[in-house]
């Protein structure tokens, strides 16, 4: 591919670049705050709950 590094990622490839980072982050914070609404989000065994 022949462009800006940035863009194009260099040598590592387009899943390096700008525009793919950019994709896979908005995606995760997407998600992310899905499961957060509807409570899909699971604890660790290892963590202890606080009790009152």
């Known amino acids: ?3 800006p590094v940035i863009l194009t ?3 590592f490839g ?3 670049g700008l525009p793919a980072m950019v994709t896979c982050l908005a995606a995760a914070v997407l998600l ?3 499961a957060g609404q509807h409570s ?3 604890t660790p065994q290892w963590v ?3 009790t009152a």
Do not use: D, K
């Open 1 to 3: 591919m022949h462009g």
């Open 9 to 11: 990622g260099g040598s």
């Open 14 to 16: 387009p899943e390096a």
């Open 32 to 34: 992310l705050a899905y």
């Open 40 to 42: 899909l989000i699971v």
């Open 48 to 50: 202890q709950r606080r």
